[in-house]
C-alpha cells in the first residue's frame, strides 16, 4: 500500500474527481485541505509518505522538506512548472518529480474578468446592490483604450486577441519578444518605458524567473497615467507589493487587479485587503473543474507510471 498525500486541496477537489474506492487496495490517500503552518508543521504531517500531490506552489517543496521526509519517493505536480519544487535536491535525493498538462485559457480568461470588473467599477457596483443602492459609479468603455502586455506569449496571445475583439490597441514587451509573432497577431512591439508611460491598462503574462522579480516598482508605477490599471494574474513577485500598496494609496494610479500575491493564502490582515482601489482574487486564475481534472488524473497516471518503472511527463 503506497501513502499518498494531497496537499492544499482547498476545495475538497481530489475525491470529487478520482475514484478513490477504485484504487483503495493500492493506494492510501490522505487528502489535507488547509495549508501547512509553517516546514515543521509539514514534516510532521508527511513524515510516513512515500508520494506527494501538490497544487502549483502553494506548498514550498523545500531542499530541507525533502530531507525531512526519508519515505518520500515522488513528487507529482500540477503543471510542468513549479518554481517551489527544489528539483536538483529532489533528484540527488532520487526523488522523482512528474507534472500535467494545463490549459492556458482560464488565466486568460481570468485576466478579463479583472480588466472588466475595474473598468466598470462591479466591486462597488455588486456590493450597493446587496445593500439596496443604484447606480452609485461611472464606468469606462475599452474601446480605443491602448492594452500593454508584459509578455506575449500562449496567455498574452489570448489576451491580445481579446483585446482586438473590444476594438482596442495593443503593445507588448518582454525581455525575448518574438516581434514577427507580433507583427502576425496586430501587436505592437514597444520598449517598456513607453509601454509603461501609454498604456491605459498594463496586464503581466510572463513567467517568473530573476530577470523578471520587482519588475514592476515604485519607479514604473510612477511613469504610468493615473487614470491606468495594473493587471497581475502570473506571479506575486513580479510586482514590488509594498510599492504598489503606497501607489494605490497616493492614487498614483487607477487601480490594480490582482489574482496572485507575495504570500498565498493572503494573510486577513494585508494591507491590498483595505485599499478600495484593488480587486483582488484569491489565485483562482488556473481554478477550473476542466484544470483540475486534467491535474489530478494525470498525477494518477504518473504515479502508476513510476511504480511500473515507466515514469510519464517527468520534471528534470
Known amino acids: 500500500m503506497i501513502k499518498v498525500a494531497i496537499l492544499d486541496d482547498y476545495q475538497n477537489a481530489f475525491k470529487q474527481i478520482v475514484d478513490i474506492q477504485k484504487y483503495k487496495e493500492k493506494y492510501d490517500f490522505k487528502i489535507f485541505n488547509d495549508p501547512f503552518l509553517n ?33 518520500l519517493k515522488y513528487i507529482m505536480t500540477s503543471g510542468m512548472r513549479n518554481n517551489s519544487i527544489d528539483l536538483e535536491e529532489a533528484k540527488k535525493r532520487g526523488v522523482i518529480v512528474c507534472g500535467t498538462d494545463i490549459n492556458s485559457n482560464p488565466a486568460a480568461e481570468i485576466t478579463w474578468a479583472l480588466i472588466l470588473g475595474l473598468m466598470r467599477n462591479l466591486k462597488v457596483e455588486i ?3 446587496f445593500q439596496g443602492y443604484w447606480q452609485s459609479s461611472i464606468g469606462l468603455e475599452l474601446k480605443g483604450k491602448l492594452l500593454g502586455l508584459i509578455g506575449l506569449g500562449k496567455i498574452g496571445t489570448q489576451v491580445a486577441q481579446v483585446a482586438k475583439a473590444f476594438g482596442m490597441d495593443v503593445c507588448a514587451w518582454s525581455e525575448n519578444l518574438n516581434l514577427s509573432h507580433a507583427n502576425k497577431i496586430g501587436v505592437l512591439p514597444m520598449n517598456k518605458d513607453d509601454l509603461f508611460k501609454n498604456s491605459d491598462i498594463i496586464s503581466i503574462h510572463v513567467v517568473l524567473g ?52 507575495n504570500e498565498e493564502p493572503l494573510p486577513q490582515d494585508h494591507k491590498l485587503r483595505f485599499l478600495p482601489n484593488a480587486l483582488l482574487l484569491p489565485h483562482i486564475g488556473y481554478v477550473t473543474a476542466e484544470n483540475y481534472s486534467k491535474f489530478y488524473i494525470q498525477m494518477i497516471e504518473n504515479l502508476e507510471g513510476c511504480l511500473n518503472s515507466k515514469p510519464l511527463r517527468i520534471i528534470s
Do not use: H, W
Request: hydrophobic share 40%; glycine share 4%; aromatic share 6%.
Open 39 to 71: 516546514e515543521s508543521d509539514a514534516i510532521v504531517a508527511l513524515e510516513t509518505f512515500e508520494a506527494i500531490f501538490i497544487m502549483r506552489e502553494r506548498t514550498p517543496i523545500t531542499k530541507s522538506l525533502i530531507n525531512a521526509l526519508p519515505k
Open 127 to 129: 456590493d450597493n446592490m
Open 210 to 261: 530573476e530577470k523578471y522579480k520587482n519588475l514592476i516598482t515604485k519607479k514604473e508605477l510612477k511613469t504610468m497615467k493615473k487614470t491606468a490599471f495594473l493587471i497581475n494574474t502570473s506571479r506575486g513577485q513580479i510586482i514590488n507589493e509594498n510599492d504598489l500598496v503606497q501607489a494605490l494609496k497616493d492614487e498614483t494610479i487607477a487601480g490594480a487587479g490582482l489574482d496572485v500575491f
